[in-house]
């Protein structure tokens, strides 16, 4: 065995966009790590200036065709703050079940179909597929409830066309979603089992100390409400975010880092969400968790496929709530006065918290857009813990090295569309 | 191992490859729940990042495109991906006709790194997004922002047979009127795109009570010139009518020269 190497992935898989990354070595100790991010910058921050707040929801939308909703949902928020709108309490639930079809399809997505392949040793889902034709099956099953709910919601799963500024275009009946309730009964119990058999998955021991950064409600596990709190004191405002938390542009990465001012690197996502906000799962997600011996805090980046399975539980769980007991409103959306505001918003996209902040005109045009996607804010983090889990893989054969550290990156379910996209990896061992 | 891989070449091989875009076309592939099964049955997925660490090495009989050409790069990039595929079929709005990025082609560029970016001399960028086959052949176009799921089911399995896809041309109206949808436009003067637009979505928008936004792009023939007249009958101005034109589909030549045109009448 030589002292030193380089790890080295050119593409990293099974992550939404392009990336790459490159680990240097010099016997056991890491000389450097760089998630480097070259998916092309589509700048848009920069167009959105001179376009309508009502475009707002659909073009911000395309920035990630895997989480549309998360940048709809945080888009019209932020909007309704600038221009003070409040919304109808039923359409306050239906936007919570939209997020929950959004949650049940993209875990469903992350937790078989990109994320089980590491633990069970294959290269894709369709190779799992020759070995594991039910579980795969169940998969695609439960990935489709998801995306039913987002279909009836909002027309279509990728870039859902009915979110609007001060509620939706059309909302459902009551009967079209109690047309959802069979389905989504069978995909509770299918979660259940999925956060069983996600827990008999072998773990890396790697544990880490984090600090979670996650929306928290006084009521509910937090979706598009709540203050931004973390494990080690933070308890702010949307409208504060910037205070705390800078972006800082890298030579390496066309995706901007997001570190916490004077501080560094934290975390988001289910880890984070799981950790600060457990006792407001509902019971049935709770005792799924502790079922299995999962309580918070959770410090082992590997097992959040165990939790995005608890999560899948709550969003199932959920959405049967909210259709229980919706009413349609009396108007889609409620009337939108036109006014210059600024508008800040965070909500909990499947990857964890998106921000979105703009400025808005008397004329309703769009003076300034920012937002900071959940992948941008783990970026850092990800980059801190490969520093140290390589470390511990200084003695394994290259090959298998580089697969377990392209294996941490999956963890945080990367999407780098969102940051701005393409993972590839090198380890460097000198 | 080798007999599995021997078997696996018989099959048509299928490359996914993606250049500036949201990765929502592609995904429409994996968000298939149905038919994926069948589809993967039925061809080989030789490269597909998205999905799969396995990344096999061209040539490919079919390929499919997403996303469009913003850096030096990925202009040299599609010409490989060209080379190596019999095939070549480019998926939604980015790919077809530069996508929602391409409304830089209007600004300066530079201007706009300035605003995303801290050190701007780490971005290289080119001036324009531009669609694929403004760089390389291409076989077919399938449009939409995103496409849809089943018409590019239909167009894998025509092209696997060797046959026309059957994917009309023709506009959004008549997908209302299938569906027996009041005209939003005429009945509720709301401006509605679907008169110039390209049927595919299934008359989505009018169907829940917006106007259609354009974002499967200009059908075959678009009457872009009686289309903002309309919009100015229902009290839009120059501005709003040039932002209707410029958004998923803004540098479609059509649409591109409609938003020029409404501004200088």
């Not at chain 1, 030589?2 to 016997?27: F, H, N, Q, W």
């Not at chain 1, 707002?56 to 709809?72: N, V």
């Not at chain 1, 998969?139 to 066309?161: D, F, M, Q, T, Y």
């Not at chain 2, 009958?233 to 709003?240: K, M, P, R, S, T």
């Amino acid at each position: 065995m030589s002292p030193g190497r380089t790890i080295t992935v050119d593409t990293l898989a099974r992550v939404e966009g392009e990336g790459a990354l490159y680990i240097k070595m010099a016997g056991d100790r890491v000389v450097d790590v760089k998630l480097k991010i070259y998916e092309p910058p589509r700048m848009f921050e920069a167009f959105m200036r001179g376009r309508h707040f009502s475009e707002a929801p659909d073009i911000t939308a395309r920035i990630c065709g895997i989480c549309p909703i998360a940048y709809q949902m945080s888009a019209v928020h932020a909007i309704e703050r600038a221009l003070g709108v409040k919304i109808d309490p039923a359409v306050r639930l239906l936007r919570r079940l939209f997020y929950c079809g959004e949650w049940i399809e993209s875990h469903a997505l992350h937790v078989y179909m990109l994320h089980a392949p590491d633990f069970l040793g294959y290269q894709d889902v369709i190779e799992m597929a020759k070995d594991h034709r039910a579980v795969v099956e169940k998969a695609l099953r439960l990935k489709k409830i998801g995306n039913s709910i987002v279909h009836l919601l909002g027309g279509r799963e990728i870039h859902p066309i009915s979110a609007a500024v001060g509620g939706f275009y059309k909302v459902p009946t009551k009967r079209q979603l109690k047309e959802l309730v069979s389905d989504l009964e069978w995909a509770l119990e299918a979660s259940i089992e999925t956060v069983k058999w996600s827990s008999t998955l072998q773990f890396p021991d790697f544990e880490q100390e984090y600090e979670f950064v996650a929306l928290r409600h006084p009521e509910e596990y937090p979706f598009n409400e709540g203050r931004l709190v973390s494990n080690h004191g933070l308890d702010i405002d949307a409208a504060e975010y910037e205070d705390r938390f800078v972006e800082m542009h890298v030579k390496h990465s066309n995706a901007l880092h997001s570190v916490i001012r004077g501080k560094g690197s934290y975390l988001v996502g289910p880890l984070a969400r799981f950790n600060l906000n457990f006792d407001k799962l509902p019971e049935v997600a709770r005792k799924a968790a502790l079922g299995v011996g999962l309580k918070p805090p959770v410090r082992n980046l590997f097992k959040s496929i165990v939790v995005r399975a608890v999560e899948l539980v709550f969003a199932c769980a959920e959405a049967l709530r909210v259709i229980a007991e919706y009413e349609p409103p009396e108007a889609p959306r409620v009337a939108v006065p036109s006014r210059a505001g600024v508008g800040q918003a965070i909500t909990e996209a499947p990857r964890g918290i998106l921000y979105h902040r703009y400025a808005v005109d008397e004329n309703g045009l769009i003076v300034t857009a920012k937002i900071v996607p959940p992948t941008s804010q783990n970026q850092k983090r990800i980059e801190d813990d490969l520093r140290e889990y390589a470390s511990h893989l200084a003695a394994w054969p290259l090959e298998e090295a580089t697969w377990k550290c392209e294996q941490a990156v999956r963890c945080y379910d990367p999407c780098i569309s969102c940051a701005t996209h393409f993972l590839k990896v090198v380890m460097d061992r000198e | 191992m080798s007999s599995k891989k021997s078997k696996a070449k018989t099959k048509p091989r299928i490359g996914v490859f993606k250049f500036a875009s949201c990765d929502g076309c592609q995904l429409s592939l994996l968000d298939a729940e149905d038919e994926l099964l069948g589809v993967v049955g039925a061809v080989e997925i030789a490269y597909f990042p998205e999905a799969s660490r396995n990344m096999l090495k061209g040539p490919y009989d079919i390929g499919l495109v997403e996303g469009s050409i913003t850096t030096h790069h990925d202009a040299q990039r599609i010409q490989e991906v060209r080379r190596k595929c019999r095939t070549l079929i480019t998926i939604g709005a980015c790919a077809t006709a530069g996508g929602i990025q391409a409304l830089r082609n209007w600004k300066d560029v530079e201007e706009f790194i300035r605003v995303v970016y801290a050190t701007p001399q780490f971005i290289s960028t080119l001036k324009l997004s531009t669609p694929i086959a403004e760089h390389v052949p291409v076989d077919f176009e399938l449009r939409g922002c995103p496409i849809n799921k089943y018409q590019l089911i239909e167009l894998i399995t025509a092209t696997l047979a060797g046959r026309k896809p059957n994917i009309p041309n023709y506009s959004v109206c008549m997908e209302c009127k299938r569906k027996g949808n009041v005209c939003i436009e005429v009945a509720r003067g709301i401006p509605c795109l679907g008169p110039v637009t390209q049927a595919g979505c299934g008359a989505l928008c009018p169907s829940y009570d917006r106007g259609c936004y354009g974002c499967y792009g200009p059908m075959e023939t678009p009457n872009t010139e009686s289309m903002t007249n309309q919009f100015r009958i229902l009290g839009q101005n120059d501005e709003q009518i040039s932002r209707a034109f410029r958004s998923f589909n803004a540098w479609a030549w059509q649409f591109r020269k409609a938003s020029e045109e409404c501004k200088r009448t």
